[in-house]
């Protein structure tokens, strides 16, 4: 059963009661709610993931809950919790499902050290897993979007999650999270794109979703290995480059860009260096998404051939 099986009122129910137990890549997801406006989002966003119904260990435990019954009905503000105190502000019911996934995120983040986690967008073909590594505000999440709808498999827009044992990347297809003008350049390049409402005032500015394509869920159990890194950074009017990167400063770039390689120690150290060892690595600047998604097109049907 997927979450769209389930009628709006069965959503809602499980959603108030018990929770909405789901599967994400190998993580399973366990949320309550009682805020019924997001009822119909979750439904339409999240209408391919699975739904866990038998017992089972549930990975995370997350609640969006009314801040306080007063203020469920005065200028409603809603709070996010995972097991312990709120990890951020209340924020306004409004902006719920922004922080639902910013919350969800923030659990992978800070308790999934099974895996080496990089900050990059991970995309996939043919077995091969594209890495791109970047900072907040180089273009990662606009061009994992485009990838996805250029028949490439979304992984993650977010994570690069890394066995440490075998360093296969492990998919985590969640919502793709799109800013200000990131959103209608998506819509543009990608009209069939399942985009969710735009939120205004977060403290990213507007904030839209993109739906993970059907069958990156359900090939969601399937990891791939490692088969470029590539460094991305929008820049306006820039002219497209795609450059090789020595091993050496590949490796400096990827391990900077782990949200646990100290935690991980020696484990995140040879994962990294087997990664950068496996695979070309490459710096991409870009202010032309169609380009952009044809380089690398080029890059991987060259390397496929």
Sequence with gaps: MNVSDLTLLELRQR???AGLCFGCGSFRIRLRTPVASLTPLLHDLYAHY???????IDDYRVKLDWASWLRRWIRPVVRFTADGPAPFTDVPVSRALPTLEWGTNWCIATRAHHVLMLHAAVVERNGRGLILPALPGHGKSTLCAALTHSHWRLFSDEFGLVRPEDTMLIPIPRLISLKNQSIEVIRAFAPSAHLGPSFHGT???TVAHV???FDSIVRMSEPAKPGWIIFPRWQAGAPLTLEPIPKDRAFMLLATNAFNYEVLGKLAFQSVAAIVQNCNSYSLIYSNLTQAVQAIDELSQNAHD
Excluded: F, I, M, N
């Design 15 to 17: 959603l108030a009661t």
């Design 50 to 56: 699975p739904v866990y119904s038998e017992p089972g």
């Design 203 to 205: 403290h990213k500015g």
């Design 211 to 213: 739906r993970p394509p």
